[in-house]
Structure formats: C-alpha cells, structure tokens
C-alpha cells in the first residue's frame, strides 16, 4: 500500500535573490506514523534526526528543527521582548 500523501505544499520565500523552499506540510507527521494535529514526542523526533526512521525522515526532522524552528524560537522572542514594556 503506497503512503499517502502530504495535505499541500507550503511556500516559505527568504531573502530577495535567494530560491524558495517549498515542502509537505505535515510530511514529517506522516513519515513518523503521528496522527496530523497531536504534537510529535521528543523520542520520536530524537530518533528521526538520528536516522533510525530511514533517510527522508531524517531529512524532514533537520528542516522542522533548523528552518521551521526558528520563526517559533523568534516569535517567542519577540513576544517577550513586547510584553516587559
């Protein structure tokens, strides 16, 4: 039975000049076998970056914590930043 796939391709546009990268949303959730909309255990991710769950998981968990991540980690940021005012 063949995977299914992702729900749509999400777009993030960087820097003027430099290539969008598109991906799956919700693809790292399909290849960890985590239902979409419950969050992804710690174990699960530590063994997807660790590539016991093959290759393209691998990949996907190193985008989630590297490019995804940093909007959340800069967001929070400046929400605390805004709130000591």
Do not use: D, Y
Request: hydrophobic letters at 35%; charged letters at 25%; aromatic letters at 2%.
């Amino acid at each position: 039975m063949a995977p299914k796939k992702a729900a749509g391709k999400q777009v993030i546009k960087g820097k003027p000049g430099s290539k969008p990268i598109s991906f799956a949303k919700g693809g790292l959730h399909q290849s960890l076998g985590v239902p979409a909309g419950k969050p992804i255990p710690g174990g699960k991710m530590a063994s997807a970056l660790a590539g016991k769950e093959g290759p393209k998981a691998a990949a996907q968990a190193r985008f989630a914590k590297n490019v995804l991540g940093k909007g959340q980690k800069t967001a929070a940021k400046n929400a605390r930043k805004g709130s000591s005012k």
